[in-house]
């Protein structure tokens, strides 16, 4: 991976591996989000933003229970305060989702060469990235319990965690080097320069 400064944002050379593996990440995400989604989503973006609707109790599933906090410790309040934002809120996790999947542009395609995917990023695109990736980071650390960065070397000495914990790294990547650029487009960063982060 490759992030290169242009006029007006960044372009991004992913090997088609790296391109294949976020791509598999956002849409398994997408399903995450779709499975508690209580509407079909509306293609108008401002209006499924606003949509009113979400259900009364934090979800089970410990990667939406993570995506979807209460937002107060009472109860009541916390009920009432998910019923109308929660619905909205998810809707735009799926846009921006979807949005980042058009972005690296893979659909069902198969190439049969060894050139990158290129992927640009603007200053309009760069926050659907951001939430994207950081929802992505925020499920997964859910799913294996990585909360401090001591559990993040726990989960590494472990078979069944270590390569998720790897993952997890290199979104933690791609996130740190994007905004870096975009924030001081000087210099090209590649991914061995970039520095990772221990947890969510």
Do not use: C
């Amino acid at each position: 991976m490759k992030l290169l400064p242009r006029p007006g944002g960044l372009r991004i050379l992913f090997e088609y591996d790296e391109a294949a593996m976020l791509d598999q990440l956002i849409t398994q995400l997408t399903q995450l989000l779709q499975s508690h989604s209580g509407t079909a989503l509306d293609p108008d973006p401002l209006f499924a933003s606003l949509e009113v609707g979400g259900s009364e109790e934090l979800p089970e599933d410990p990667a939406l229970a993570r995506l979807f906090p209460d937002a107060y410790d009472a109860d009541e309040a916390s009920s009432s305060f998910r019923r109308v934002t929660e619905q909205g809120l998810l809707n735009r996790k799926l846009q921006d989702a979807i949005h980042v999947t058009s972005l690296l542009g893979l659909g069902d395609a198969h190439p049969t060469t060894s050139d990158p995917v290129t992927v640009d990023i603007s200053a309009a695109t760069l926050p659907a990235w951001v939430r994207t990736i950081t929802a992505l980071r925020l499920a997964i650390a859910a799913r294996i319990g990585l909360d401090t960065s001591e559990d993040r070397e726990r989960l590494l000495e472990q078979d069944d965690t270590r390569g998720t914990v790897l993952v997890f790294d290199w979104l933690a990547a791609i996130l740190e080097s994007v905004l870096t650029i975009m924030s001081s487009p000087d210099e090209p960063v590649s991914e061995e320069d970039s520095p990772t982060n221990g947890a969510a």
